[in-house]
């Protein structure tokens, strides 16, 4: 046995611990997936079998900084600036214009992976409030993931031009700082872009959600993917209960509630009436 095996007892356990911890579901298929994933950590850790691993993961503490590592190498993260751009323009053009009377918009960026997600939104809603003459507004974004390499990140807000996605020369000037010397060729978020966004850690799973508000929009784009019905079902009715009156859900666009008779505002939006 090596770390290039897994026995099919070893990966059903491994991935019911990812399941009842993180709510990731993996199919009784993915262990090509689990391997890519977890064998560097394994020879790290000097372990030759993924029972080992198990028995490893078994006799840990629940808040052991290991978990931190084990969920950076099972998570995907791929995001970028200005992703599903088609959600972002009924963003602009339907929902702002139903609620920019109120003093302050409360966002959510749920699984908000390195701050893409987050700070697009900053810019669509400055750019919109300063277009309507309304910069006044208080513009409040709590953004949350379960990695902390991606917190990190996020908070760090330093990204390659790649990353910005097809985000607007003038708008990169304006909201970043290029750097130089050897942070040539990258753009770090200025202070403008930063300010009134939150960055924490936060499990999905941990529910009832409570952040001491109600949002008024919360994004939840291309995290679903991962979990299975069941999940996906306590997730979203979960955000309803801390959604206003009137308030929007965003999930991605291969993500739908079809099943679950939640009022349909757009491709994958919801609104909560
Ligand atoms: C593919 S990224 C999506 C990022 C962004 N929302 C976007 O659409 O570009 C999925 C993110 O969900 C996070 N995630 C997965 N399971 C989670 C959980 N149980 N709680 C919180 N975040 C989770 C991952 O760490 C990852 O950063």
Known sequence: MDVN?????????IRSIIYKRYGI?????????????LSKILRNLNLSTYDQYHD???KLPVNDEHWAVFIDAISTNVTYFNRENFQLDILKQSVLPRIHNQPEINLWSAGCSNGSE?????????????????????INI?????????IQEAVRGVYD??????????????????????MG?????RDILRENITFSLYNLMDMPYNFGKQFDIIFCR???????????????NNYFKILKPGGFLFLGSSESLNTMNKKNFGPSIYINE
């Open 185 to 189: 060729g990258k753009n770090k978020v």
């Open 56 to 58: 490893y993961l078994t």
């Open 222 to 236: 291309n995290v679903l993917i991962y979990f299975d019905k069941q999940t996906v079902e306590e997730i979203v």
């Open 161 to 182: 031009q790649k990353m910005l996605g097809d985000l607007d020369q003038s708008l990169i000037t304006k909201y970043f700082k290029k750097g130089i010397n050897e």
């Open 5 to 13: 095996s897994i026995s099919t007892d070893a990966y059903d356990k």
């Open 118 to 138: 987050p700070y697009t939104l900053k810019i669509i809603l400055r750019e919109y409030f300063e277009k309507i003459g309304r910069l006044s507004t208080r």
């Open 25 to 37: 579901y993996l199919s009784s298929n993915k262990q090509e997936f689990l391997k890519s994933r």
């Open 142 to 150: 709590q953004a949350t993931d379960i990695s902390t390499n991606m």
